[in-house]
């Protein structure tokens, strides 16, 4: 959600906002061994550059109209695996305050898949966490409700239901 919400100055590279990823992780002596973010081309090309978001140094800018993944997770020796991974598209947002020459930058989700909230450790989230999940499942729901058959439907509205 962190990287979901970034907003940032043209000119950031993804190792930039990799530490928004992994930042709660971090805060509890944890991590992932995967970059958090690839590049996905014209062709739906996996893993296709310049662009990526991982700790591992990238000179690319995010630009926009790049897609780039947003998958952070983690991995329990083990015991288990966590990843939710959906598409962004870099998108200009605004004009810096401070410079209006340059541009202000951001991420639209592409992926309108629910999360699933038994996941979600509700109590964890900021208000500005659960403003978002709530934004992206109404965005969601309404999107794909026209789209599908009654039953689904009744599912859809219950998998996206406010937290």
Same mark, same amino acid.
């Given at each position: 959600i962190a990287l979901a919400q970034a907003r940032f100055p043209a000119g950031t590279t993804g190792p930039q906002l990799d530490t928004l990823a992994r930042h709660a992780l971090w805060q509890d002596g944890l991590d992932y061994d995967h970059g958090t973010g690839h590049g996905v081309g014209c062709f739906l090309g996996v893993h296709e550059g310049p662009q990526?978001?991982?700790?591992?140094?990238?000179?690319a800018a995010l630009e926009p109209g790049m897609v780039v993944s947003d998958e952070p997770g983690y991995y329990k020796t083990g015991g288990y695996g966590i990843r939710t991974e959906n598409l962004v598209v870099v998108t200009e947002v605004g004009r810096m305050t401070d410079d209006a020459s340059k541009a202000l930058l951001g991420f639209e989700?592409?992926?309108? $898949?629910?999360?699933?909230?038994?996941?979600?450790?509700?109590?964890?989230?900021?208000?500005?966490?659960?403003?978002?999940?709530?934004?992206?499942?109404?965005?969601?729901?309404?999107?794909?409700?026209?789209?599908?058959?009654?039953?689904?439907? $009744?599912?859809?509205?219950? $998998?996206?239901?406010?937290?």
């Open positions: 990526r978001i991982a700790k591992v140094q990238n000179n989700t592409l992926t309108l $898949a629910p999360i699933d909230r038994q996941l979600v450790e509700v109590t964890m989230l900021t208000a500005a966490e659960r403003a978002w999940l709530n934004d992206y499942h109404l965005r969601v729901r309404e999107t794909l409700t026209p789209l599908v058959d009654a039953a689904t439907r $009744a599912w859809l509205a219950s $998998a996206t239901a406010a937290v």
